[in-house]
């Protein structure tokens, strides 16, 4: 899996799931020209308009009616995020200045996590430790970790002394609802935690040609077993619509993994890493240049990863959280 993750963090390099550097130089405000450039740049590049049948040409034809010699840089801005927008993919931005254009996949499905509910009701002596919050459930049968972004940082000791806390449990849960993204890294240190051997557990391709079915051929990824404390108990692993980019790699590899449930909402997708460059005008771009997918060449992950067990959060009672505890009912 190295070389793959290294891929795929140099294409985060220019622009993470978080930030992107704003470029100085203005050479050209023309309207016209910086349409021309960002749709070619898209049609060039983008990875998923076959998956999401997307005809860019119509798109295009749409908005360069829109488009006007004169217009404010505010208009350019709308014209352009909304075109992008048009692909349905949170990989894909227009950095301005002044504004940044955001599909925001999880605004648009209902919401299925209430930490406070965790706190209150489920963990009311909660620990931390490093990037999680962590406890025992069903009278300390059960081990629970959240883990709220990939940005945050994931240590061996940290996973260690968690791992040990809980090895007596009957299983684990680990809660990655909400949870945007961020360093692809963190995904095989937690993951090698419950393997045993070397495991393929998805594929990659990259868009690498002018037709839009244009791929290299898919890259494997491999986690390979931590050589020092593992946890071999049955493990399930929460996730809903928020469950994002690399959340999705993180549900998607699990399918790989026997001992591993997904219980909750399908994920968010962004199985597609994003690339970018700079328009005419400065601003900033990036939107997504390859595919994730399963061990049988499958593309769901755009779309999301679906859980083995759908469950939702019921919001008449805030003292339930039922997706967590249908993953109770699992381990027990």
């Known amino acids: ?85 048009e692909l349905r993919d949170d990989h894909t931005n227009l950095f301005s ?13 209902p919401k299925n996590y209430n930490e406070r509910t965790i ?52 299983g684990l849960i680990i809660d990655v609802r909400e949870n945007g993204g961020g360093n692809m890294f963190n995904i095989p240190l937690i993951m090698e935690r419950f393997v045993e051997e070397r495991k393929l557990v998805a594929y990659s391709k990259t868009r690498n040609g002018i037709d839009h079915n244009d791929f ?14 593992r946890y071999t108990k049955p493990v399930v692993i929460l996730i809903d619509r928020g469950s994002y980019s690399a959340t999705t790699f993180f549900s998607l590899s699990s399918k790989a993994l026997d ?6 909402d399908t994920t968010g997708g962004g199985g597609g890493l994003p690339n970018g460059g700079q328009l005419p005008n400065g601003w900033t771009y990036r939107f997504s240049i390859t595919q994730l997918l399963d061990l049988s060449l499958n593309n769901f992950a755009e779309s999301g990863v679906p859980p083995d067990i759908l469950e939702s959060f019921d919001w008449s009672d805030l003292t339930k959280d039922k997706i967590l505890d249908r993953a109770i009912l699992e381990l027990n």
Request: aromatic share 16%.
């Open 97 to 109: 200045p002044f504004n940044v254009s955001v599909y925001n996949i999880a605004l648009k499905n």
């Open 259 to 264: 001992n591993i449930t997904l219980v909750g």
């Open 216 to 229: 290299t051929e898919p890259d494997g990824f491999y986690f390979n077993p931590y050589e020092g404390f």
């Open 1 to 85: 899996m190295k070389n793959s993750l290294i891929l795929f963090v140099l294409l985060l390099t220019f622009s993470s799931c978080e930030k992107v550097l704003m470029g100085e130089d203005k050479a050209s405000s023309n309207p016209i020209e910086n349409f021309e450039y960002l749709w070619n740049e898209v049609d060039k590049k983008y990875s998923y308009f076959e998956l999401k049948n997307i005809d860019w040409n119509e798109v295009k034809m749409r908005y360069q009616d829109s488009l006007k010699t004169e217009m404010t840089e505010e208009q350019l801005f709308h014209v352009l995020g909304s075109m992008l927008n």
């Open 119 to 170: 706190r209150e009701f489920y963990l009311p002596e909660v620990m931390q430790t490093g990037a999680f919050y962590h406890g025992f459930l069903d009278s300390n049968e059960i081990g629970y970790l959240r883990y709220s972004s990939f940005m945050s940082q994931v240590t061996n000791e940290d996973l260690d002394y968690m791992l040990n806390r809980y090895k007596d449990t009957k």
